[in-house]
């Protein structure tokens, strides 16, 4: 059985990646700080593995701490290697992810995202540990207005969010072109997860505000905020409003695996890879799927555009699908179903628990 550190691993898309990891029959270690997630996501992850495989025990271990703890972190890989384990593989998900909030505090940003990941990276180099899958982001790529985005198209962030994402790409990538370097890196550009669990039992639950659409949505179907505010209803779009690729969490999780088994099975490598559907959905277009999957009523106002928005973020996934069989099971209106089953059963998100 393979060891796998994940960090971030009690979020939004920690915590699917966390059990689609068990279901794979890892030995999992968790590090989160808590700041922006609930302990109980991770509960929950274990509620749902004993439950589907009838089982009592599980092979999840937590570890609570910040990763710009450098001592922190190599107690950890210590503590974990002094029970005979070691690390086989890292799964690289915790960091701050609000663009808005990264404009606000870019100092933030860089410190947690840059820093944290530096700290872990030299860890993993003392111990030998050679295997990452890094958690990017779409954001690393310059506007286009209407073609789909592989991973050699332009390069140019507009916000600090996706600058410490392009930074840390440029960090593996001179860690791999070291001399004598093992190293066997993935980035995985992230497009627009949604959705959550199908069982209603684990998904999004912001801390504060959301800036994500899809919260938004549900906040708003739920009667919590009176109306879906859209900025821009003149954007160079079929609609006017802007085009996203979402992806479902849970295909998003189960991409995190194979591309962690594939990493395993090759020879020394870095690469960057866009997990999307392929598909452009619109704002006004996601409004009324989830409107009619769900039969409620999302009532909308437009405002003026957002400084740093874009009018077309769509992946082009070929790669993805031809090399590393990656496909997405779940239609978009899944994605709008089991949100939304996961918002009636849980309306506090894991406040409740």
């Keep these: 059985m393979k060891s796998i550190l994940l960090t971030g691993g009690a979020g939004f898309i920690g915590s699917h990646t966390c059990l689609a990891l068990l279901e794979k029959g890892y030995q999992v270690y968790v590090i989160d700080s808590f700041v922006n997630s609930s302990p109980n996501s991770l509960d929950m992850v274990i509620n749902i593995y004993k439950k589907k495989y009838k089982v009592s025990n599980f092979n999840l271990t937590i570890f609570k701490g910040d990763l710009r ?17 070691k690390i086989d593989g890292v799964i690289h998900l915790a960091g701050l992810k609000s663009v808005f909030e990264s404009k606000k505090d870019p100092l933030l940003y860089w410190n947690n995202n840059v820093l944290g990941t530096l700290n872990l990276l030299e860890i993993m180099d003392s111990f030998e540990c050679i295997n990452f899958v890094f958690s990017s ?30 930074t840390i790409e440029k960090l593996l990538n001179d860690i791999f072109n070291s001399q004598e370097n093992k190293s066997k890196f993935a980035s995985l550009r992230y497009f627009n997860p949604i959705g959550a669990h199908p069982s209603g039992l684990l998904g999004e639950s912001p801390i504060g505000i959301p800036n994500n659409i899809f919260p938004l949505i549900i906040n708003t179907a739920m009667g919590l905020q009176k109306e879906l505010k859209i ?78 928005d874009a009018p077309y973020v769509v992946a082009d996934n070929t790669l993805s699908t031809s090399k590393f069989n990656i496909s997405n099971k779940r239609s978009i209106e899944d994605m709008c179903r089991d949100g939304w089953k996961w918002k009636k059963l849980n309306p506090n998100g894991f406040k409740s628990f």
């Design 137 to 166: 982001s779409a954001t690393v790529y310059a506007q286009t207005k209407n073609s789909l985005l592989d991973e050699n198209s332009d390069i140019g962030p507009i916000n600090p969010y996706g600058n410490t994402k392009l």
């Design 231 to 308: 900025y821009g209803n003149d954007w160079p779009t079929k609609d006017g409003t802007c085009i996203r690729d979402y992806i479902h969490v849970m295909d998003l999780a189960e991409a995190h695996v194979k591309v962690l088994d594939f990493l395993f099975k090759i020879k020394p490598t870095y690469f960057n890879l866009n997990i999307g559907t392929g598909l452009g959905t619109s704002v006004i277009q996601l409004v009324k799927i989830f409107e009619e999957v769900n039969d409620v009523e999302v009532p909308i106002v437009f405002d003026k555009r957002r400084m740093g």
């Design 69 to 85: 703890d450098k001592y922190f972190v190599k107690k950890v890989f210590s503590d974990i290697y002094k029970v005979n384990k």
